[in-house]
């Protein structure tokens, strides 16, 4: 492939609107446009990871830092799109919104308390669990929030219920009752609830759900449905009954992890697969992350778009040019994926434009080598390059021979 049939066009800044590093390198080497749109050399590279991904365990072949369970891979990016929590224990890895952790502390400690009567107290001005809980001196976690939602199915009201001092997710409410959206005023007064003072307690026609940590905290300040009270001493079970009880709640940096106790992180990460479907443009992106220098893209030889980087530099005796084109027929019949730098620019330009595109090796084929019969092979990665016979050049170089190839 020739670089002027691929219109390659690197760049000498990077983007100012680069999020990351990899994706600064991905634009300046000619892969994407600033808008991220794949360009002609990016749509090979993706090409060649779908050829990869035939291959089983193939994300684990191309050298990133991963972390999955048993239906996602992720990569660790911190302008990542998605929070996960993940355990530097025990690796058990999962979306924050819908990973389930480990609620057992606060419980093991409430479930010796004994139920108390309910009671009806004057709380005014009390909307929120953080005034509630500073009125009546108690901590967040003895108060129970409730959330309201109509399901758009069938115009299903339905009361959440959990701990004041917990985060509902709504992934998993709608995982468990299907598409919801926020309850509308007439439809919370209709089910007999009153916004900033509801309980479950006394409700008509609602689907009641209710974390599952509960029905373990007795005794719970919750709204008395009248505006300006609440009901002390809510018990769930005993004052009302929930249609679902469930895990409600998104896990926060610090909840303990289901698998071993340890404290959750929360970091961010790209999704780079969701069971068999793959992510190719998340995928190049994570290898630009991980496998680039202060020149450019340094593609491990698994995923490289291209084998071999082969150029020319003109010469004044010699054309160097149709020798250069004559190795790169013999390379490509011999089945590899060459990238022909067939310009006519200066040597400089070109060895720029090979670091920035991060071929595996590459190739020189300059006056003074080729009067010697020679080339010189520079792998990317190193500092040094080495002169090689022209007969001894896919022999030197199916060292590092990749499969599989692209036409
Ligand atoms: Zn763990």
Redesign the pocket.
């Known amino acids: 492939m020739k670089y002027q049939d691929l219109h390659i066009q690197t760049q000498r800044e990077f983007p100012n609107n680069a999020r990351t590093q990899g994706f600064g390198w991905l634009v300046r080497a000619g892969y994407l446009t600033r808008e991220n749109e794949a360009l002609p050399l990016g749509e090979r590279a993706i090409s060649k990871l779908h050829i990869l991904a035939k291959k089983p365990d193939f994300l684990s072949q191309i050298s990133l830092p991963l972390l999955h369970n048993e239906h996602e891979t992720f990569f660790l990016l911190d302008t990542g799109p998605l929070e996960i929590i993940h355990?530097p224990?025990?690796?058990?890895t999962g979306r924050v919104e819908l990973t389930p952790f480990l609620k057992t502390p606060f419980a093991q400690r409430q479930e010796q308390e004994k139920q108390l009567p309910i009671e009806k107290v004057l709380t005014p001005d009390c909307h929120t669990i953080e005034a509630l809980a500073n009125f009546l001196n108690i901590p967040k976690e003895k108060t129970a929030k409730a959330l309201m939602y109509t399901r758009t199915s069938d115009n299903q009201f339905i009361f959440v219920v959990v701990r004041g001092d917990m985060q509902m997710s709504e992934a998993k409410l709608k995982n468990l009752v299907g598409d919801v959206r926020t309850a509308t005023v007439e439809e919370i007064s209709r089910s007999g609830a009153v916004a900033g003072y509801a309980s479950p307690v006394g409700l008509k026609n609602a689907l009641i759900v209710v974390d599952d940590l509960v029905p373990r905290s007795p005794n719970l300040a919750a709204g008395a449905n009248e505006a300006g009270y609440h009901l002390l001493n809510t018990n769930c079970g005993r004052d009302y009954s929930p249609e679902i009880t469930s895990d409600l709640i998104q896990a926060r940096a610090g909840d303990t992890?289901i698998?071993?106790?340890?404290p959750?992180s929360v970091v961010t990460a790209l999704c780079l697969a969701k069971r068999s479907e793959f992510y190719f443009e998340n995928i190049l992106l994570a290898l630009a992350e991980t496998h680039h220098d202060d020149k450019g893209l340094t593609f491990p030889k698994s995923a490289s778009p291209f084998d071999v980087y082969l150029m020319h530099i003109p010469g004044r005796q010699l054309d160097t040019r149709a020798k250069a084109e004559e190795i790169c027929n013999d390379l490509q019949n011999a089945g590899f994926a060459v990238l022909f730098d067939d310009r006519d620019e200066r040597a400089g330009v070109k060895f720029n434009d090979a670091d920035l595109v991060g071929c595996p090796i590459r190739i020189t084929v300059g006056e003074k080598a080729l009067q010697n019969g020679m080339v010189e092979l520079k792998p990317r990665k190193e500092k040094e390059n080495k002169l090689i016979a022209l007969e001894k050049i896919i022999e030197e170089i199916s060292q590092e021979r990749l499969t599989p190839h692209l036409p």
């Open positions: 355990c224990a025990c690796n058990y992890c698998g071993c106790g340890n959750l």
